[in-house]
């Protein structure tokens, strides 16, 4: 499979703090997703980012498939931003099989 | 919206019972995935089924099975449930290359 390693492993902020995460890749991307795992345990997918850049909201997400990495970036983060972000991404083509990073804990303090 | 359903949200059961954890969606999307997720550990694929009555190993497919005979349903199966099966397990369904949508979970502890 590929190796995803995830940056920092742990984050933790002060509200209103931009912070960016970081995913690099062992193998070429392909089929790259974010995730946000809220304290409930509850996965959200957040972008869909193959290559390029993508905004929503306050969270934008750039992709470099030719490097192999990805960038999550939280501006004006606020306490709901808080849990544990995933990245994820397909080898080659292995019918939508995702393999994911460990994940970033980031705690968001008033 | 796409909706990920998964039978139980907590699930306590004795070592050595068969126990099923059910999830269903509601897209018709070809390919359903279990994972389990450990501290630390991040999210490890146990199966992954990309037709009806199709599956593929993941990484750590040891003492589980599953089960597809719908295209909405994937079952994970403990035949002997043991105590270091004791964990958070995801379900999440899409459609081929495309995101995933995660159920709830289920914390299924084993005593």
Redesign the interface.
Known sequence: ?IQVEQSPPDLILQEGANSTLRCNFSDSV??L?W?HQNP??????LF?IPSGTKQNGRLSATTVATERYSLLYISSSQTTDSGVY?C?S?RGST????Y????TQLTVWP | DVKVTQSSRYLVKRTGEKVFLECVQDMDHENMFWYRQDPGLGLRLIYFSYDVKMKEKGDIPEGYSVSREKKERFSLILESASTNQTSMYLCASSLRKNIQYFGAGTRLSVL
């Not at chain 1, 019918?95 to 995702?98: A, E, F, Q, S, V």
């Not at chain 1, 994911?100 to 994940?103: K, L, T, W, Y």
């Open positions: 499979g392909n089929n997703q995730f409930w345990g509850q996965l959200i997918n869909y995933f994820a397909e019918l939508g099989r995702l994911f990073g460990r994940g």
